[in-house]
């Protein structure tokens, strides 16, 4: 008979054998000695004193000089040296002050950078923004080939880690820009692993710009609007294309339609170019109506008008045909601008179907068939996606003005304009007439300011064309 276990008696779990501790390896460290430090450094240091000369040669040659006439002349002999290089240099900034900034102040400048904001900052920002790669625990960083620097700007030189591409920085702009201290930063791909880029050192965009003054000759090509971040005009093609603008509410795109007008009133006056306008918030474009050859307001002016410069065009490539293959402005077929703000009144928001296809349909005839006859559209736009304007592929020239959303940028400028630089949504909306354009044989955007055209200035054109009109 088997036995009872006692109620107080203690259940005994079976439990695992401990195993005995597992065996641990550590890999031992080792004191470097110091001769192989020092030849560390000196394997370091020898290549940087032989590149020294070749990229610092003015620098290398008068601490040379100096340190020869020191030696030669002593104290005195070096002081009198000095003067004298000091006085050279005073003339010289006093009487070609353009030329010794180009030659001396620049690259002082630049060599100045190049050593103290980013050959000292080079290697953290990288880590940090995701730039430098690692192979069999050892770290690759981009080098730095040279800093050049502008009256605005560094252009930061680099050689690229293979394997790597352009793009790597191109989407890591906005964390070079700030970890350099930059307003901004801009990529520019200049060959194999061969990239630019350049930091602003300031923004020279920030003040207004005044109106410019009228070409008394105006290239209908290239007409100055208003001035581009490094300083140079900046020319808005119109004979031969058709722009488009887009920004919202306050981004400046009158500044833009009224500096292309009042680049080309002089063309205005003597008849060899006429603006067509289409104003439907009758606010913008009624207070220079002296200038245009025809205005509308209402949707179905608008459309009228639209449709009459469709005919205009017809007729006058039927005259064209077998004959002429470039228009020349002239007082029979004067250049003909149709400038329609707020484009999207009559191709999306108006409540009538037959008023919005009819207006995509002049639209799309005009930006299609009209360049080759001296025809031009210039519109202007709030919302650039494809449901509010879906004929917007057909111009060829865009500006991209203050926008609400990041993914517009792409949408005007194209596919990967935000990534080269052109931040249009970040503009301040202190900064009307600031945008981002891509100019003729370059696919970087490049930051613009339009001038602003004051009522003033309108009224001074519109009573010099009814002048010439009288």
Not at 14 to 24: D, E, K, L, N
Not at 45 to 55: I, S
Not at 75 to 91: E, K
Not at 155 to 160: E, K, Q
């Amino acid at each position: 008979m088997l036995g009872r276990k006692s109620n107080g008696a203690a259940q005994v779990q079976p439990t695992a054998p401990v195993p005995a501790q597992s065996f641990r390896f550590a890999t031992p460290v080792v004191q470097t000695p110091g001769v192989f430090i020092l030849a560390g450094w000196m394997w370091r240091l020898v290549p940087f004193l032989l590149v020294l000369p070749f990229r610092f040669p003015v620098a290398v040659m008068s601490v040379a000089v100096s340190v020869a006439l020191w030696h030669y002349t002593g104290w005195l002999g070096l002081a009198v040296a000095w003067s004298i290089a000091d006085a050279v240099l005073l003339v010289w900034w006093r009487r070609w002050p353009r030329s010794f900034r180009d030659r001396v102040a620049l690259r002082v400048l630049a060599a100045w950078r190049w050593a103290w904001t980013y050959q000292r900052h080079w290697q953290p920002v990288l880590v940090v923004s995701g730039l430098a790669e690692s192979y069999l625990e050892r770290q690759y960083l981009p080098r730095i080939r040279g800093v050049t620097c502008s009256a605005w700007a560094d252009r930061v030189r680099v050689r690229i880690v293979a394997g790597t591409s352009p793009a790597d920085f191109q989407k890591r702009v906005t964390e070079l820009a700030h970890g350099f201290g930059a307003p901004s930063c801009r990529v520019e791909v200049r060959g194999p692993r061969d990239v630019v880029l350049e930091f602003p050192r300031y923004d020279t965009l920030a003040d207004p710009i005044d109106a410019l003054p009228i070409p008394e000759e105006p290239d209908l090509a290239a007409l100055p609007v208003g001035i581009c971040e490094d300083g140079e005009p900046w020319f808005l093609r119109l004979h031969g294309t058709h722009v488009l603008t887009v920004g919202v509410t306050g981004a400046g795109k009158g500044s833009v339609l009224w500096s292309a007008i009042r680049a080309m009133s002089s063309a205005i006056e003597v008849g060899i170019a006429e603006v067509w306008a289409i104003d439907p918030k009758r606010m913008e474009l009624s207070y220079g109506l002296a200038l245009f050859a025809h205005y509308a307001a209402d949707a179905e002016s608008a459309v009228a008008l639209l449709e009459a410069a469709v005919a205009a065009m017809q007729e006058r490539a039927e005259r064209y045909a077998g004959r002429q293959r470039v228009h020349t402005p002239t007082t029979r077929d004067p250049f003909t601008v149709i400038v329609l703000d707020e484009v999207a009144f009559l191709t999306a928001y108006h409540p009538d179907r037959d008023i919005r296809r009819r207006a995509e349909n002049a639209i799309a005839t005009l930006t299609s068939q009209g360049r080759s006859v001296g025809f031009c559209v210039l519109a202007a736009l709030q919302d650039p996606r494809k449901e509010v304007l879906n004929l917007r592929n057909l111009f060829p020239d865009k500006i991209a003005l203050r926008l609400d959303e990041a993914s517009q940028v792409d949408m005007v400028l194209g596919e990967g304009a935000r990534d080269r630089g052109a931040n249009a949504h970040l503009i301040d909306p202190e900064l009307p007439g600031v945008g981002f354009v891509k100019l003729e044989g370059s696919p970087v955007p490049v930051r613009v300011r339009a001038a602003f055209v004051s009522d003033t200035h309108i009224d001074a054109m519109a009573d010099a064309v009814a002048g010439a009109e009288g």
